[in-house]
DNA sequence: AATGAATGAGACTTCATTCAT
DNA sequence: CATGAATGAAGTCTCATTCAT
């Protein structure tokens, strides 16, 4: 796909490097792995202030000093950790995107894709929400590129398909913002939207007031 | 109107005690105003945990011992933090509501004022995003509560206006919900919008997407 | 009585000096009382250091300011609570001794004298034990000389009833020092006591246990 | 002897369990003897309030943090020393006891070792009756089920060697706690009875006084 | 003389990080 | 490369004492 190659990773945001004691570029992986697996379901649990190097060392099955010969800081495992998040939930969103059909179609089936792998990926998603700040400048600024080459992808697919709307869009690149940013609603608003309304109807609800707000409705 | 009369404040939710040493009244409202004040310039700035009792302190002038006659815990500090957080943004909100004009013309004018009150407490509503979650459950669930209260004034309101459409709202909870959030997307995006949008477009847009989402567009 | 003029009160145990900003020796009489009666209460309750000078004032119905006028530290405080005590107890004690009747008969009802006040004064002997030890050196050495003094009492009328018996007493003053000392058991051993024995046949049993052992049993 | 056999260890008293964050047995065992050592020393001097866990961790040659690795409070180390001193002196009674000869010699030997274990340990037993009542309930609890059990292996010996007598023990148990308490007066009474009494007359008239009060005297 | 708000020293405890083994 | 004991900085909170009113 065209279109997508352009858009999708037009600029590759440079990744921060964790450093390593370790010159083994396998089992750095694996054992960061093991870090990352361990810190999300600690960070879910407890936050990252409340949770301990310890804490995380005990699930990944490390103890502390191994910890810091794969990183270099309790932070850098938040950082590892946001940035594994942030490249999942993109990467699944990625793959339940609609690129066959014609361009109207696909922004309805993107809405509704993007609806539901938020759906799926809630607690990850309040994690980012909840923790990300605490990152350090550089890195936040690191994951937040790539969050901007997210929404980036989808202003193209708006853009696009906006050319067969009577008016064009006024602003693609808010309307990509809003497009990611709702659907956030399903992870930030649970405590509210959980008494009230059942995932269907949420989901529904959400994809398409989304659809009609973009200005593709019936 | 009688029912926004009884909607809008309809449950007072009880707010959380904080206990003081100090009997009295006046002094306490005065000292934990000084601390309110002075935690959220310095929250705001780094942080509920990076900020010290005696930063608030040196902010609020009073020494550490001071604090603790108005206050029982540091996290007494965050709930009155952001108890008067919520408490001033729907206040101003709840000012800014156009009550007289007809249901539907009431529902442009209400979501167009939910975004401007927004966009002037964005430092402090985002705080509340960064930090509100690590109230202790109690101090949470009060929080809340107020929110979830604000939101059901809004359901009054689109229920309300639904009526003159041919079709009512499916559910009205959710799309208050999304009224109700979808400006926090001006703080919590505010990285990604700046750098592309004026202030007015996106609050226009915004408004726009709403009205026509929530199905009250033209 | 001679012999007990010569010996209760002969060398006049200076007290401490507790200082006071107040000249009014009345008011100063009367608030310290308050004071010692609250703080006996509060101290028997959580022990001297979990008490806090709020709590002595609380239940004394002064405010902290107000205690300082009439003492010049929490220490002090200490001392008029052991000071206190001890006077009641031994004034008390005095009362029940038995002057008239022959020295034989006098050792064994002064023996049970002893052991019925102690037995109503446990708690506040419980304290002593507990709290006493903190007292400066100072206060310590007053309150210590004050129970010297008691146990010299007791010493002269072993002495004087010793006389009656075939062979004097060895160390007059090691059993006055068994005479009063033994008694406390009530207060500190009440934790193994009061599960196992009456109150009868504790106060029998150590009566009868110090008689004999002195040496004046049948 | 089958009835001492089974009453002198009858119920092993369950020890507190005090966490620490090391698993290294031995380690632990080390280091928390230093660290009993350590604060028999400081409590001694200061008592457990002013002592200060810097205190106790200079004195064992450790800093405070490592401290916490072993213990997980300062009550901790309040309940270790207790522990420790209360075995240590029981441990050494035992062994000085008599168990060869008659019962009534035995008796004589007992009282006498009592005491002069009594006399050596006296520090000690002076710091358990100042500082044991700071105990958290639980923790006092257990240790007094050791003394319980001390007094408990006395009254066995006493019931045993009274059938000797012509006429039986009113109540072991309440002579048990006799037995075992008089002695103390050597600790908590040493302020006068050190100027006024030797060593050998000290402990030669509390044995005999005990012996006769007991009923096994000439 | 009484009040009680303010002070500030100091205590206990936690935990990210280091480093010898 | 792994371990986990040791470190020590830093933070929250308490409370005896002072002092302006």
């Given at each position: 796909m065209n279109i997508k190659a352009r858009a999708v990773?037009?600029?590759?945001?440079?990744?921060?490097?964790?450093?390593?004691?370790?010159?083994?570029?396998?089992?750095?992986?694996?054992r960061r792995q093991a870090l990352i697996t361990a810190a999300v379901h600690v960070f879910k649990e407890k936050g990252f202030h409340e949770a301990t190097v310890r804490d995380i060392g005990r699930?990944?099955?490390?103890?502390?000093?191994?910890?810091?010969?794969y990183v270099e800081s309790k932070?850098?495992?938040?950082?590892?950790?946001?940035?594994q998040i942030v490249g999942e939930y993109q990467e699944e969103t990625r793959k339940a995107l609609d690129t066959s059909s014609d361009p109207l179609t696909r922004v309805r089936s993107t809405v509704r894709a993007v609806c539901?792998?938020?759906?799926?990926?809630?607690?990850?998603?309040?994690?980012?929400?909840?923790?990300?700040?605490?990152?350090?400048?550089?890195?936040r600024k690191v994951i937040l590129a790539r969050v901007e080459e997210f929404i980036g992808m989808f202003e193209v697919i708006l853009k696009d398909a906006s050319r067969q709307l009577d008016r064009p869009l006024?602003?693609?690149?808010?309307?990509?913002?809003?497009?990611?940013?709702?659907?956030?609603?399903?992870?930030?608003?649970?405590?509210?939207l959980n008494r009230h309304v059942?995932?269907?109807?949420?989901?529904?609800?959400?994809?398409?007031?989304?659809?009609?707000?973009?200005?593709?409705?019936?």
């Open positions: 990773e037009p600029a590759p945001v440079r990744r921060r490097v964790v450093k390593s004691a370790s010159k083994d570029a396998d089992l750095i992986r694996q699930v990944a099955g490390m103890t502390q000093g191994t910890i810091y010969n932070e850098d495992i938040l950082y590892l950790v946001c940035d539901e792998v938020m759906y799926r990926h809630q607690e990850e998603i309040l994690l980012i929400y909840q923790d990300s700040h605490l990152l350090d400048a550089r890195s006024k602003s693609p690149h808010l309307s990509a913002n809003i497009l990611t940013f709702l659907p956030t609603m399903i992870a930030l608003r649970r405590w509210s059942t995932v269907e109807e949420m989901l529904d609800g959400i994809s398409e007031f989304l659809v009609r707000g973009l200005g593709f409705g019936a």
